[in-house]
C-alpha cells in the first residue's frame, strides 16, 4: 500500500459500521480514449463505476463500446448529464439550467436528452440526472419528475432540493478538489477524504473527470480501489443502489 493511502486506510478501519462508496465520473461522450483507460482500471480493479452521459455528446461508438461492456457483465450504471453541457448564464458561474433558463426550455432539454439516451441504452439507462457543473435550480427538479427521473447528483455543498418523488444522491469528494483555484496536494486530498470517511453515515460519493486524468491520476485511483475493493469493511456500489439505499433511509426517517 502506498504511504499516502495509510490515513485512509486507518479511517475505514476506525469506523464503527462498514461503509458504502460509489464513484460518478463525468462528461461521457467527451475524450473516449481516457474513458477507456478508466473503464478498464476499474473492470480490472473489480470496482463499478457510474458514468453520466451527456446525450448530445455521444457518439456511436461510444454507445457500442458501452453496450459490449454491458452485455459481458460490466459493473457500469449510465445516467444523463444535462443535454449539452453548455453553460447558459450571461454572468457568474457556469449552469446549463441556471436561473436564465425558463422552465419550459428546461423541460425541453431534460426531455430530448432522456429521449437520445434511450434510443440508445434502453433500459441500461438509470433514472437518474447529474447536471453539468453540479448546478440547477429547484425548477430543475420538477422538469426532472415531470421526465420520470428518481434521482439528482450534485456536490453536497449545494444543499438540498426537496422536490417530493426526486432522492438526492450527493458527491462529497471531488478527486480534482481545488482552493484558492489550486488542486489540492495529494496529503492535503488524503486527510479530506480520511475525514469524510470517519463520519460517512450516507453513501460516499466520489467524482471523477476522465478527461482531465493523467497517468498520476490512474495509478493514484487504482491504488484507491484496490484499498477499497480488498476491504471487508467496504461495499462499493453503483450509484442505483446508492439510490435505493438512501430512498429506503427517507422512507424510515
Same mark, same amino acid.
Given at each position: 500500500?502506498?504511504?499516502?493511502?495509510?490515513?485512509?486506510?486507518?479511517?475505514?478501519?476506525?469506523?464503527?459500521?462498514?461503509?458504502?462508496?460509489?464513484?460518478?465520473?463525468?462528461?461521457?461522450?467527451?475524450?473516449?480514449?481516457?474513458?477507456?483507460?478508466?473503464?478498464?482500471?476499474?473492470?480490472?480493479?473489480?470496482?463499478?463505476?457510474?458514468?453520466? $452521459?451527456?446525450?448530445?455528446?455521444? %457518439?456511436? /461508438? &461510444?454507445? *457500442?463500446?458501452? #453496450?459490449?461492456?454491458?452485455? +459481458?457483465?460490466?459493473?457500469?450504471?449510465?445516467?444523463?448529464?444535462?443535454?449539452?453541457?453548455?453553460?447558459?448564464?450571461?454572468?457568474?458561474?457556469?449552469?446549463?439550467?441556471?436561473?436564465?433558463?425558463?422552465?419550459?426550455?428546461?423541460?425541453?432539454?431534460?426531455?430530448?436528452?432522456?429521449? $437520445?439516451?434511450?434510443?440508445?441504452? %434502453?433500459? /441500461? &439507462?438509470? *433514472?437518474?440526472? #447529474?447536471?453539468?457543473?453540479? +448546478?440547477?435550480?429547484?425548477?430543475?427538479?420538477?422538469?426532472?419528475?415531470?421526465?420520470?427521473?428518481?434521482?439528482?447528483?450534485?456536490?453536497?455543498?449545494?444543499?438540498?432540493?426537496?422536490?417530493?418523488?426526486?432522492?438526492?444522491?450527493?458527491?462529497?469528494?471531488?478527486?480534482?478538489?481545488?482552493?484558492?483555484?489550486?488542486?489540492?496536494?495529494?496529503?492535503?486530498?488524503?486527510?479530506?477524504?480520511?475525514?469524510?470517511?470517519?463520519?460517512?453515515?450516507?453513501?460516499?460519493?466520489?467524482?471523477?473527470?476522465?478527461?482531465?486524468?493523467?497517468?498520476?491520476?490512474?495509478?493514484?485511483?487504482?491504488?484507491?480501489?484496490?484499498?477499497?475493493?480488498?476491504?471487508?469493511?467496504?461495499?462499493?456500489?453503483?450509484?442505483?443502489?446508492?439510490?435505493?439505499?438512501?430512498?429506503?433511509?427517507?422512507?424510515?426517517?
Amino acid at each position: 500500500m502506498k504511504s499516502w493511502l495509510l490515513p485512509i486506510a486507518r479511517a475505514i478501519d476506525g469506523r464503527p459500521t462498514p461503509l458504502d462508496v460509489f464513484f460518478r465520473d463525468d462528461d461521457g461522450g467527451w475524450a473516449d480514449g481516457e474513458l477507456t483507460t478508466l473503464l478498464d482500471l476499474c473492470e480490472t480493479c473489480g470496482a463499478p463505476i457510474d458514468v453520466a $452521459l451527456i446525450p448530445f455528446a455521444v %457518439g456511436n /461508438a &461510444l454507445t *457500442s463500446a458501452l #453496450t459490449r461492456r454491458l452485455s +459481458r457483465g460490466a459493473a457500469i450504471g449510465l445516467h444523463q448529464h444535462g443535454f449539452m453541457h453548455r453553460n447558459h448564464e450571461p454572468e457568474g458561474r457556469p449552469c446549463e439550467f441556471g436561473p436564465s433558463r425558463s422552465i419550459s426550455a428546461q423541460h425541453a432539454d431534460v426531455a430530448w436528452g432522456r429521449r $437520445l439516451l434511450l434510443w440508445r441504452f %434502453g433500459p /441500461a &439507462l438509470d *433514472s437518474i440526472f #447529474t447536471p453539468p457543473w453540479n +448546478r440547477c435550480t429547484p425548477a430543475t427538479a420538477s422538469c426532472l419528475v415531470a421526465n420520470g427521473i428518481r434521482a439528482i447528483s450534485r456536490d453536497r455543498s449545494a444543499g438540498a432540493l426537496n422536490c417530493e418523488g426526486l432522492v438526492e444522491c450527493p458527491i462529497d469528494i471531488d478527486w480534482f478538489r481545488r482552493e484558492k483555484g489550486v488542486r489540492l496536494s495529494r496529503d492535503a486530498w488524503t486527510r479530506r477524504v480520511a475525514a469524510a470517511i470517519a463520519t460517512a453515515a450516507a453513501p460516499l460519493g466520489f467524482m471523477l473527470h476522465h478527461a482531465q486524468m493523467g497517468a498520476d491520476d490512474f495509478e493514484a485511483l487504482a491504488g484507491l480501489l484496490y484499498l477499497f475493493t480488498d476491504s471487508d469493511r467496504v461495499r462499493l456500489l453503483r450509484m442505483r443502489e446508492a439510490v435505493r439505499t438512501l430512498h429506503t433511509a427517507e422512507c424510515l426517517a
